[in-house]
């Protein structure tokens, strides 16, 4: 015999208590992504994800599993619309220059990071908590880069190696270590922390994306071709 799925709490947090299964998933995952990013994957428990999504925590289980499940899938569901938005921009960036003006370093660090500042811009707050997120695994050393490697790195592979069709010298040691410092720059600039607004007294807003915008591609792309130019003269 099946066993009954659980179901949502009738008018939870005024919520109509007839949603779909894929409504409710979408409840949840929205409730836990907002709770994640805030309090990280460590402070918060499934039961306060139920209470914000308004379910019942037995539904939480029936659709995910346990919380790192739910974490996983909180994770999923936006990288892979950003890993599709990356590799079109850099396959329309690679096409465009196919057969006419070379590539160049900035070139393809625009095409990389400029869809995820546009997504930022566009997508609302659900987009703001998912990248503050990412940020924070990015720095998480327990489990962190396990994660990031299972959801990012066919991507992150795929910028490697179009910057080392542009610059055939560098060794892929110093490509990689330039995507290190890239990404922590990349996803500071998308958590928007407030931090640089108290540094510079309100001189800049970290919520400013057209300013980042500006900046941010110059700024890695600069240091790249510091790092290859230095290696090629040691």
């Known amino acids: 015999m099946t066993a009954a799925k659980p179901l949502a709490r009738s008018g939870g947090r005024g919520r109509p208590s007839k949603a779909t299964g894929l409504d409710l998933k979408q409840m949840i995952l929205d409730a836990a992504e907002g709770m994640f990013a805030r309090h990280g994957f460590y402070g918060v428990t499934t039961r306060q994800v139920a209470a914000e999504a308004g379910v019942d925590t037995a539904l939480i289980h029936y659709y995910f599993g346990a919380k790192r499940e739910l ?4 994770f999923l569901r936006r990288a892979e619309i950003l890993n599709q938005a990356r590799i079109a921009s850099m396959d329309v960036y690679e096409a465009d220059h ?3 003006e070379a590539m160049t370093v900035e070139g393809v660090i625009t095409a990389f990071i400029d869809p995820l500042l546009r997504i930022s811009q566009d997508g609302g707050p659900g987009w703001k908590s ?3 997120l990412v940020a924070q695994v990015n720095n998480t050393p ?3 880069g396990e994660t990031m490697t299972r959801f ?3 991507v992150v592979h795929r910028l490697v190696e179009t910057l080392k069709t542009v ?3 560098a060794e892929y040691r110093d490509l990689y270590w330039c995507y290190q410092f890239l990404t922590g720059s990349m996803m500071l600039a998308l958590s928007e922390t407030g931090r640089i607004d108290s540094l510079s007294e309100g001189v800049c807003h970290s919520s400013d994306l057209e300013a980042v915008r500006v900046r941010l591609f110059a700024y890695c792309a600069a240091g790249f071709e510091s790092v290859i130019g230095r290696a090629a003269k040691a």
């Open 152 to 154: 990012f790195d066919p």
């Open 130 to 132: 998912y990248f503050a």
């Open 98 to 100: 196919a057969r006419g």
């Open 142 to 144: 327990a489990w962190g």
């Open 167 to 169: 610059r055939p010298q």
């Open 71 to 74: 974490f996983d899938a909180v």
